[in-house]
């Protein structure tokens, strides 16, 4: 039975099974959990802090520069620090420093000149945390269950998404003033520092002999490590992917209010009940990854994975003429009478679109990491997600503004055709860039 039972949970549980029983990888595990699930929430919370404060426009954008301008002026001197610096004391201490500044955070919510402070410094701890968690993974499992591990770890970022902006914050801000949400963030940055104490593979204290950090210094390293990237055509495009995959959700959110409006007829507050299905596809994109990794060329797998991305892009923008065709078309007699109509036709190919786009941006972001991870030399990879980090913040400012605009102006329909237009425009020029051989001694 004992047998019985262990291929019963191999069978669920696929390629996360052995992963699991790796002591170290489920409390780095868990630590990410607890802490991203607080770092979702406290993100949350300082938009409606914001905008409890002040609904003009340019309250919210004085709170987005809090979380841009760190990036701009941190991110390589934080990527050299991760690389030079024990990881684990790294991420310990940015738990700490987390948790001390949401409790500055409890007397500094009612004042927007004070809350922009608190939330610049807890961006700036960011850009230290980020890039430590992401090049810690090699540290904690072997090389051969990356992909694995990778798909597991989006699961938990999904995961805590999901409890902090959808669970915790929403509920604690709609039923109290927002402080005991704050000592549940407090609590949560907490158990997860206690947690990095017993995960074997982090060392807490430095090597002796390392020379100083200085931000000349800095700048080399960080421009040594972008060089040898820029060098990989391989590990050159799955950055750029990434960044422009992400850049691709940020402007997908901004769009959705006003998509749900103009497209489907639907409050803006309902539109998240209509894409929740789209999470089955995400977490069939988190179970197939590795499937696809071992039948399939890792960079053909990702490069399908974003033209199927842009293309569900597109076709988003095309979701008024898909509606309208199924309607006039009705092949089964469903939209010309009772409960269907040309509202459930559009709802239904946005679910469709929604899906694919699900599936395969899960499959680039977690491709696209384990091509970093394999391709890039552990001593860089610190700088090289910092790199991302900073790219995916700067390069969605535009992206985002851009957007919005033209969908006041020409409507949301033509912009989202634009944006998967203008993501196979940046596929195509950073594979001319990365095929370019960059002379050593550049």
Known sequence: MSEIAARRNRLLLAQWADLLENDSFRRFWLMRLSSNTAANALTYSL???TVRESTAALAAGGLLLTFVVPSALLGAFAGVIVDRLPRGLILFLCQALRAALVFVLMGAKDSLWALYPVSFALSTVTQFAVPAEAAVLPHVVRPDRMTAASSFMNLGTLTSQVLGMLVLAPVFLKTTDGDP????????????????????????????????????????????????????????????????????????????????????????????????????SVFLGLRCVEWLANRFNKLVTISAAYLMMAAALIALGLVPATGDLIRDLDPLGLFSSGPLNGQTARIAATLLHANVYGFAFTVVMTMGRVLLYERVPHRMQGRVFAAQHVLGNLASIVPILLAGLLADAVGVAPVLLAAGVVALLAAAWSRVQGSRTVPASA
Do not use: C, H
């Not at 040898?228 to 209010?257: G, Q, W």
């Not at 103009?262 to 299905?277: C, D, H, K, T, Y």
């Open 47 to 49: 938009l409606v802090f």
């Open 181 to 280: 949400l704050l000592m549940i963030l407090i609590a949560l940055f907490a158990i997860a520092g206690l947690i990095l104490t017993i995960i074997p593979q982090f060392n807490f204290t430095s090597p002796d002999g390392q020379a100083p950090v200085t931000v000349k210094g800095a700048r080399r390293e960080f421009a040594e490590s972008w060089l040898a990237l820029s060098r990989d055509s391989i590990a050159y495009l799955s950055l750029i992917l990434l960044v422009v995959s992400n850049t691709s959700v940020y402007v997908l959110a901004t769009l959705l209010p006003k998509f749900s409006v103009q497209v489907l007829a639907v409050a803006p507050e309902n539109i998240v009940f209509i894409l929740a299905p789209a999470a089955v």
